[in-house]
């Protein structure tokens, strides 16, 4: 995953996902850096700065909505709502959140992670009934 450094909702979020268990392990690279320059030469730093990017093992590229939904189906407990959220009637409620995230960078003021957000596991455990599965 390719992440704004300099940007604390970024940080942020990096921090929120490196803190879950993985079923897939996610790496996390500061976008525009040398770092991933050398590892990634075909894309356009800016493009990264822009928006989260999120490059897959096979060399597919991911970016805004469909990078937040890769990020979480490789969490585990949050497949079934990365699942969700892809479906086709509720993809614009991802990327509304996306854009939400994107709009927020850079403005003053401390981010704090709520303690559990309202699509957490436990929380979507409960609205389905347990159910749903993950």
């Not at 390719?2 to 500061?30: M, N």
């Not at 969700?84 to 995230?101: D, E, K, N």
Request: glycine content about 12%.
């Amino acid at each position: 995953m390719l992440f704004d450094d300099g940007c604390r909702l970024c940080r942020t979020a990096k921090s929120w996902l490196a803190g879950r268990a993985q079923i897939v392990p996610l790496e996390f690279v500061a976008a525009g850096s040398d770092e991933a320059r050398r590892r990634y030469p075909a894309l356009d730093p800016a493009d990264t700065l822009a928006d989260i990017t999120v490059v897959a093992d096979d060399g597919g590229v991911y970016t805004g909505d469909a990078a937040w939904l890769v990020c979480l189906w490789a969490l585990d407990g949050y497949r079934g709502l990365a699942a969700r959220l892809a479906q086709p009637h509720l993809r614009p409620v991802a990327r509304r959140v996306a854009q939400s995230a994107g709009s927020l960078r850079g403005r003053g003021g401390p981010i704090e992670p709520p303690p559990a957000w309202p699509g957490s596991p436990d929380r979507y455990r409960q609205d389905c009934g347990d159910s749903c599965g993950t």
